[in-house]
């Protein structure tokens, strides 16, 4: 059974940084891609930033560009997002995601396996 458990949401304020964590289990790391979406009330998921686990190639969203890092510890099978720099428009609820496809992984529906959220509010 495939589980992904993410931690390291909470509140801070405007400029002030976090790092989430995403512990997998019951998949072939190698074999997938991993992904950081996030989701504001009343929006769409957006994708935030992904990683080749094979390899550790990564990329981000325009949005986050500049700000936000993604990157592993393949040993742990566990995916970091260290985001600086926040602002109150990145407050939202952050999930990890895993797919075996290889298109389309900019969109939410290319994943086959999400954890359940973890919530990121930003104040001014």
């Known amino acids: 059974q495939v589980r992904l458990v993410e931690s390291g949401g909470g509140l801070v304020q405007a400029g002030g940084s976090l790092r989430l964590s995403c512990a997998g289990s019951?998949?072939?790391?190698?074999?997938?891609?991993m992904a950081w979406f996030r989701q504001a009330p009343g929006k769409d998921r957006e994708f935030v930033g992904g990683?080749?686990?094979?390899?550790?190639?990564?990329a981000t969203s325009d949005s986050v560009k500049g700000r936000f890092t993604i990157s592993r510890a393949a040993a742990e099978n566990t995916l970091f997002l260290q985001m600086n720099s926040l602002k109150p428009e990145d407050t939202a609820v952050y999930y990890c995601?895993?797919?075996?496809?290889?298109?389309?992984?900019?969109?939410?529906?290319?994943?086959?396996?999400w954890g359940q959220g973890t919530q990121v509010t930003v104040s001014l």
């Open positions: 995601a895993a797919t075996s496809r290889v298109f389309g992984l900019t969109t939410a529906t290319a994943y086959e396996y």
């Open positions: 990683i080749r686990w094979s390899g550790g190639f990564t």
């Open positions: 019951g998949l072939t790391f190698n074999s997938h891609h």
